[in-house]
């Protein structure tokens, strides 16, 4: 056994988590894989059945590789997702005005009652709203614009 080799290894292993725990987008991992590739080559000995070793080492590589694209390709797609929580997903849905809105008033979206501002113009109780942003517990809205 060698030790520089068990040490690689290891660092693979850190790595290996490191890219767990935090965003590198594969940084780590494939710093990781470069670390259990080495280290797997210097870990044993080629003099003693060199096939069965580099054998292993093929298998791990192609497993860790595979491991980590498929998990790389989830992050890039939950990256890519539209958000489905928090007020931001409220932008761009309409509302009922609850009451007038001159400039200020309520709307009512989503079973919540909502105090709301259009910038211009006035719009009357019973009319639907655009939201188009979010600031703290107050919704800007636009009117509809008939066709």
């Known amino acids: 056994?060698?030790?520089?080799?068990?040490?690689?290894?290891?660092?693979?292993?850190?790595?290996f988590a490191a890219?767990?725990?935090?965003?590198?987008?594969?940084?780590?991992?494939?710093?990781?894989?470069?670390?259990?590739?080495?280290?797997?080559?210097?870990?044993?000995?080629?003099?003693?059945a060199a096939?069965?070793?580099?054998?292993?080492?093929?298998?791990?590589l192609i497993l860790s590789v595979t491991a980590?694209?498929?998990i790389a390709r989830r992050v890039a797609q939950a990256h890519r997702q539209k958000v489905a929580t928090g007020?931001?997903?409220?932008?761009?849905q309409n509302a009922r005005?609850?009451?007038a809105l001159n400039?200020?008033?309520?709307?009512?979206?989503e079973g919540e009652i909502w105090t709301a501002e259009l910038p211009s113009g006035s719009a009357e109780t019973g009319e639907t709203v655009t939201i188009t942003g979010v600031m703290g517990l107050k919704l800007y809205v636009a009117?509809?614009?008939?066709?």
Do not use: H
């Open 1 to 15: 056994m060698n030790v520089a080799g068990i040490l690689l290894v290891a660092l693979a292993i850190g790595l």
């Open 19 to 48: 890219e767990l725990l935090t965003s590198g987008y594969v940084l780590f991992a494939a710093a990781g894989l470069l670390a259990l590739i080495l280290g797997g080559i210097l870990l044993f000995d080629f003099a003693v």
């Open 51 to 60: 096939w069965v070793t580099v054998t292993l080492l093929v298998l791990i």
């Open 68 to 70: 980590t694209v498929l």
């Open 87 to 92: 007020n931001e997903e409220l932008i761009g």
């Open 97 to 99: 005005v609850r009451t």
């Open 103 to 109: 400039p200020t008033g309520t709307v009512f979206i």
């Open 143 to 147: 009117k509809i614009k008939e066709v």
